[in-house]
């Protein structure tokens, strides 16, 4: 698996104060829905189909690993139950390990994170 360096990059673009805390969330979940064309809505609502049940997941990994928030903040932030949010956390980081292909387009979505 690889590390994650836009993290620390992200940071450090975006400041650690509260309000650039908030612009770092919206910019993931932003940057997610982008790479995956979908609406950030459409990632919000409580729906299983795959088309926007992995974006999500991918959402609330980079949100953990990035942004550093807890489970209940995730849920609150993308509509999901708590538990939800771990079971996605824990589905992705364990994917990423074994999927090239997953672990590629994390760090796709990182460098979008950056870039904007």
């Known amino acids: 698996m690889t590390s994650l360096p836009a993290k620390m990059n992200a940071e ?21 829905a982008e790479f995956y064309r979908i609406d950030v809505a459409e990632m919000k609502k409580r729906t299983r189909k795959a088309s926007v049940a992995v974006p999500r997941q991918i959402a609330v990994y ?21 538990s939800t949010a771990i079971h996605a956390y824990k589905k992705i980081s364990r994917n990423r390990s074994a999927d090239a292909r997953l672990d590629n387009e994390i760090q796709q979505i990182a460098d979008l994170i950056l870039r904007e």
């Open 62 to 82: 980079l949100l953990r690993e990035v942004a550093g928030l807890s489970y209940p903040a995730l849920g609150r932030i993308l509509g999901l139950d708590h």
């Open 12 to 32: 450090k673009a975006l400041g650690e104060e509260a309000g650039h805390a908030r612009d770092l969330q919206d910019k993931i979940i932003a940057s997610v």
